[in-house]
């Protein structure tokens, strides 16, 4: 499909292939390249040696968007308006569709017509027939994935005729799929032969993380990674994995949790050397830390399937070591609780009464308080009181025998 505009850029030729690649010119030498998806285009600009992002939307034949200097992502001040003066049909003819066939022309009709809608209901209605026409199939294809809501279909009914032609003529289709589910890995693979402007824009999500990784904003390779690039981990892709459970470790917040994700990657790729380095060099340096052999242990296993003699040989050190001082921190620990029971034996010693009787009167020898006060610790023999019975005016009353004073003072110092 061609579009003619004219606005503030002048007169501007727009052409655009069924699969949304859109190339473009403008004023005398001018270029647009990029996709035309939605109505909306989002590429690169060139002209004069100058280059630079836009986009732009196309509604009720108003074109209206933003440019910008650069092919770095940024913000895009500057506008581009204009209007839709011209349209033509497919600029090449659809090779290998039978045009007599009145249903192959209804579907093609209405895929250039933009009427995703009705494609998929007519193809539907009719599969038996227009599902043998590979051409037709491709609009079908790609009416689901413009239509939108049907990834999930759009993905199993390629998968199907791929089976069926024996073709990969839908890998770029296969692309948006895999962006879509964030299995960013598999998309760079799909867009690399397909679609560069798309190739570019998911090569920038890794080159963005490799940056923060290399800049050592290790939460933000953290937060990066957990956000965008946790599915695209694969055989090509392992080093989004080794950078985020390197950026776990070195948060000493996270670092068992570096261990954790470690172990997980290792199941799924058990034989990937830098996994297994990165889960001994962990599990050894965690465990050496807290004295955990199991942990130094661990370690020491993967030194051993890696045959690293080096650390094999001083992981067997490390354990030695960490064994003498479990050994170490065991007695120290059998030390306190002994003298804890000692503390406490003392002072519950302390805070014990003993009773005597003289003239018929009862009381604590230490307190000078009278049994009815034995289920009470005692205040006064911390405090070093001697209780006797003396006779004070006219009666007789307990009297400590060491500072002079009476009951009421038992819970102060006797000196």
């Known amino acids: 499909m061609k579009q003619i505009f004219t606005g503030n850029f002048g ?32 590429g690169k600009w060139a002209n004069k040696g100058m280059s630079g992002l836009v986009t732009f939307t196309v509604i009720d034949g108003k074109l209206s968007g933003n440019w910008k200097k650069g092919e770095e992502p940024g913000p895009m001040k500057s506008k581009w308006k204009g209007d839709l003066v011209a349209q033509e049909g497919e600029t090449t003819p659809v090779e290998n569709t039978t045009v007599e066939n009145p249903l192959k022309t209804k579907v093609m009709e209405l895929y250039e017509s933009e009427k995703y809608a009705e494609v998929i209901s007519l193809f539907s209605e009719n599969e038996t027939e227009l599902g043998e026409d590979e051409d037709i199939v491709h609009k079908f294809l790609f009416s689901m994935w413009f239509y939108g809501g049907l990834e999930e279909e759009t993905y199993a009914k390629i998968r199907c005729f791929e089976d ?13 799929y895999y962006d879509y589910k964030q299995w960013y890995d598999l998309a760079l693979n799909a867009f690399k032969d397909t679609s560069e402007v798309f190739y570019e824009n998911v090569k920038k999500k890794f080159d963005s993380y490799d940056v923060l990784y290399k800049e050592e904003k290790y939460k933000e390779v953290v937060k990066y990674f957990e956000s965008e690039l946790r599915l695209s981990v694969s055989l090509e892709t392992f080093n989004i994995a080794e950078y985020y459970c390197e950026a776990l470790y070195m948060d000493s917040d996270t670092e068992r949790k570096a261990l954790e994700k470690i172990r997980d990657f290792r199941e799924s790729y058990p034989d990937h050397e830098a996994f297994i380095k990165q889960n001994g060099r962990f599990a050894f340096y965690i465990g050496r830390e807290k004295l955990d052999l199991e942990l130094i242990e661990e370690g ?41 029971a000692a503390s406490e034996k003392k002072e519950a010693k302390l805070k014990q009464h003993r009773f005597k009787s003289s003239k018929g009167k009862t009381f604590c020898q230490f307190c000078a308080r009278d049994n009815d ?7 006064g023999r911390r405090h070093g009181h001697n209780f006797v019975l003396m006779k004070e005016d006219g009666s007789f009353k307990p009297i400590c025998n060491k500072c002079g004073y009476g009951y009421n003072f038992a819970e102060y110092s006797c000196n």
């Open 164 to 176: 069926k032609f024996q073709t990969n003529r839908w890998l770029k289709l296969k692309g948006y």
């Open 373 to 379: 006060f034995a289920s009470y610790d005692c205040e």
């Open 11 to 42: 007169t501007m030729e727009l052409i655009i292939d069924d699969e949304g690649n859109a190339m473009g010119k403008y004023q005398k030498a001018a270029t647009l390249e990029g996709t035309y998806i939605y109505n909306t285009f989002n």
């Open 300 to 340: 020491l296993a993967c030194f051993k399937k890696l045959k690293d003699e080096r650390n094999i040989a001083k992981t067997k050190e490390v354990i030695s070591e960490t064994k003498n001082k479990i050994k170490e921190k065991a007695n120290a620990e059998k030390r306190k609780q002994r003298e804890q």
